[in-house]
């Protein structure tokens, strides 16, 4: 395997890594967001308010994206077992 090879193979590995932690991080970032300012206007101080909307929501994202999440990780095994055959043989 050249040198060039591994670097597609390991920029493809760490963006694969971005795209599945921003699918699951954006949108509970997003409610902590809008939880945030709600607390912040009515004084509400409560942790469970700003931990429990951040919980469901990652939750739900991972039910809605997991077919999404485990295709592109799939994708990724097959290329680069696809890549280590055509190199060995």
Do not use: C, K
Request: hydrophobic fraction near 60%; avoid cysteine; charge should be negative.
């Amino acid at each position: 395997m050249s040198p060039e090879e591994a670097v597609t193979i390991i920029s493809q590995a760490i963006w694969v890594i971005i795209l599945m932690v921003s699918v699951l991080i954006i949108p509970s970032l997003v409610v902590g967001l809008i939880v945030a300012i709600f607390q912040a206007v009515t004084q509400i101080n409560e942790q469970t308010l700003s931990f429990l909307p951040r919980l469901l929501v990652t939750l739900l994202t991972v039910i809605l994206a997991s077919h999404w999440l485990l295709q592109e990780i799939t994708d990724l095994f097959m290329y680069v077992f696809n890549a280590i055959t055509t190199d060995i043989g």
